[in-house]
T-cell receptor
Framework: GAVVSQHPSWVICKSGTSVKIECRSL??????MFWYRQFPKQSLMLMATSNEGSKATYEQGVEKDKFLINHASLTLSTLTVTSAHPEDSSFYIC??????????FGPGTRLTVL | GENVEQHPSTLSVQEGDSAVIKCTYS??????FPWYKQELGKRPQLIID?????GEKKDQRIAVTLNKTAKHFSLHITETQPEDSAVYFCAARTSGTYKYIFGTGTRLKVLA
């Protein structure tokens, strides 16, 4: 497997502020990480693919200027939700790609925007 | 576009019975099919996976079958236990990409 951490585990912020979520690969160097969003009782929706040292690839419909992704090292990717609004409230989960096939997920970050 | 359908959306079984969850994928180039278990508020955990060159794989009480012709794959849990209660997601990955397309999830409840 792989050990993946996320920080913070939960965050509450005011509308209009920005929030940064960190995803760390603790036991191996991850060239590729993914960011997902999950609404209550729904499936995981891929937001973007984060590649170390290059720009993230965003899925259709995901605003890249709103969800800023930085993968500056092989062990850290960050997702910044800019100018957050209540509709951005969700469970955000990152994952790392290992061995070409398998994804291992972080514990998730619950974002609540007031 | 690529799509993965999953059925049923909810499933209740008596402890000790078997549970079967089915998925259908649209992209015939898909070649890797993992299954994840997600407990409330927790991360998805890989429980079993299968590649397109294999028709069946088993790990203790859990098995997955793949029918490439029909583009179906299924999760089978035997001798279910209350701790099997969770949401299960199937996914499909297309050859040449790293992206997973997830199914909509099945909420399994095992009744003691």
């Amino acid at each position: 497997g792989a050990v993946v951490s996320q920080h913070p585990s939960w965050v509450i912020c005011k509308s209009g502020t920005s929030v940064k979520i960190e995803c760390r690969s603790l036991d191996f160097q991850a060239t590729t990480m993914f960011w997902y969003r999950q609404f209550p009782k729904q499936s995981l929706m891929l937001m973007a693919t984060s590649n170390e040292g290059s720009k993230a690839t965003y899925e259709q419909g995901v605003e890249k200027d709103k969800f800023l992704i930085n993968h500056a090292s092989l062990t850290l990717s960050t997702l910044t939700v800019t100018s957050a609004h209540p509709e951005d409230s969700s469970f955000y989960i990152c994952s790392v790609l290992k061995g070409g096939d398998e994804q291992f997920f972080g514990p998730g970050t619950r974002l609540t925007v007031l | 576009g690529e799509n993965v359908e999953q059925h049923p959306s909810t499933l209740s079984v008596q402890e000790g019975d078997s549970a079967v969850i089915k998925c259908t994928y649209s992209d015939s180039a898909s070649n890797y099919f993992p299954w994840y278990k997600q407990e409330l508020g927790k991360r998805p955990q890989l429980i079993i996976d299968i590649r397109s060159n294999v028709g069946e794989k088993k790990d203790q009480r859990i098995a997955v079958t793949l029918n490439k012709t029909a583009k179906h794959f299924s999760l089978h849990i035997t001798e279910t236990q209350p701790e099997d209660s969770a949401v299960y997601f199937c996914a499909a990955r297309t050859s040449g990409t790293y992206k997973y397309i997830f199914g909509t999830g099945t909420r399994l409840k095992v009744l003691a």
